[in-house]
């Protein structure tokens, strides 16, 4: 049997662990705390990526000496080291990373090495160390499959992780616009092969061969290389061209869209994360926390310039997320920092505004316009009632400063 000190010794080791793995994946994975550990590795783990594969794109040039190349083979494989360091602490703060509570630690590291990029984080050290450097296995296949280390800099370029995400949410119109492609251009090989193969055997020799052209032309790009002579062939070459600029237009507004909606999606996560942690919303339902931040505006506001001003009507409330700003009400000033708000009393009382507020720093606010406020105060009077409590704390101050 183990006694209580030993197992108290245990539970301590077994804390500090969980703790030290707490703070290993908050340093190499964007938890949304922003830390300067987690840049120093953002840096880190990133410049080793750009370096692998400048190394892997030079080493293609002929006229590179021994020299080099034994530099880039003494680079590649610290860098190989460096990943292979990575992938096992990624693999051993898998639980953190899946909020492995309902489920084992081994099932959440399954997880990650059964994800796209658990693949490529084992696999890019994988093919250099085991494949090349130490069976010998190169060629270009190695070559590729090294190179593949372009998609971790989706860890640290949010534009590459935004493709991939509209990639996946239009995946079915893009199919169809490509099936729609895919017709086209068989139909118009098909059809410029018959029609152009007497004339130019050599070029149209085939549907296969009159496909090169397909291409070319239904891109809009026409090399030239391959052109119909025939009278019947130029003017079906038309028609291809006109229907392969409308079909070229499709997928370029669906992944338009894709964007605008990815974009505003990512846009309210942001702002539902910012609410939450505000005190009045804090203990909140998160489908009310949710219709709220629809009608929050985000808006920032530069160092000292005036938020709102003494006199002018309240048109909107603000919440401050980041920041200070100064109420100037006489005969003091009030300092407010992220998570209070102000321009409430104008609302609540439908009057003039009865300070100036000011911002002393650089501020990022969230505007609840007074139409908006009044729809909140209406659909949930638990909020209105804790506004009102705050104003009237804030009357009271001032009240007593006065005297």
């Given amino acids: 049997m183990i006694d209580r000190d030993a197992a108290g010794s245990l539970g301590d080791h077994s804390g500090g662990a969980v703790e030290l793995r707490a703070a290993v994946y908050s340093a190499i994975e964007n938890d949304g705390v922003p830390s300067w550990t987690r840049r120093i590795c953002d840096f880190f783990f990133t410049a080793a990526i750009l370096l692998w594969l400048a190394e892997g794109v030079l080493r293609t040039v002929p006229t590179l000496g021994r020299d080099v190349l034994g530099t880039f083979g003494m680079l ?26 309902a489920m084992s630690e081994s099932r959440a590291r399954l997880i990650y090495i059964a994800s796209p990029m658990g693949w490529i984080d084992a696999g890019v050290p994988m093919v250099y160390f085991v494949g090349d450097w130490l069976f010998g296995l190169g ?31 239009e995946v079915r119109p893009l199919g169809a616009a490509l099936a729609a492609m895919l017709t086209l251009l068989l139909l118009a090989s098909s059809g410029m092969y018959y029609l152009e193969r007497e004339a130019q055997p050599e070029m149209f020799a085939s549907i296969p061969h009159a496909m090169w052209w397909g291409i070319v032309t239904i891109a809009t790009v026409g090399y030239g290389d391959m052109a119909p002579v025939t009278l019947w062939g130029k003017l079906a070459a038309g028609v291809v061209l006109l229907i392969g ?70 048109l909107a409330m603000y919440f401050i997320l980041k920041g200070q700003a100064d109420v100037h009400v006489e005969p003091q000033t009030v300092r407010l920092g992220p998570g209070t708000y102000f321009g409430e009393m ?58």
């Fill in 346 to 403: 104008a609302l609540l009382m439908d009057a003039p505004r009865s300070a100036t507020v000011v911002a002393t720093a650089d501020c990022e606010l969230l505007e609840l316009g007074s139409v908006e406020f009044r729809r909140v105060c209406a659909e949930y009077p638990q909020l209105k009632q804790r506004v009102e409590r705050e104003a009237a704390k804030r009357m009271s101050a001032i009240s007593q400063a006065d005297r």
């Fill in 139 to 169: 060629g270009p296949v190695a070559e590729v499959c090294e190179l593949l280390a372009v998609f971790k800099l989706t860890r640290y370029f949010p534009g590459l992780d935004l493709v991939f995400s509209v990639l996946r949410t």
């Fill in 245 to 314: 600029i409308a079909l070229f237009a499709v997928p370029a507004g669906i992944l338009a869209n894709g964007f605008a909606v990815e974009l505003k999606k990512r846009e309210f996560i942001v702002t539902w994360r910012l609410i939450a942690k505000l005190p009045l919303f804090a203990d909140l339902d998160a489908a009310v926390i949710a219709s709220i931040a629809r009608l929050l505006q985000p808006r920032a506001m530069p160092k000292d310039s005036v938020v709102v001003r003494k006199g002018e009507p309240g």
């Fill in 76 to 101: 590649e494989f610290s860098i190989g080291a460096i990943f292979v360091v990575e992938w096992l602490l990624r693999l051993w703060t898998a639980p953190d990373r899946y909020h492995a509570g």
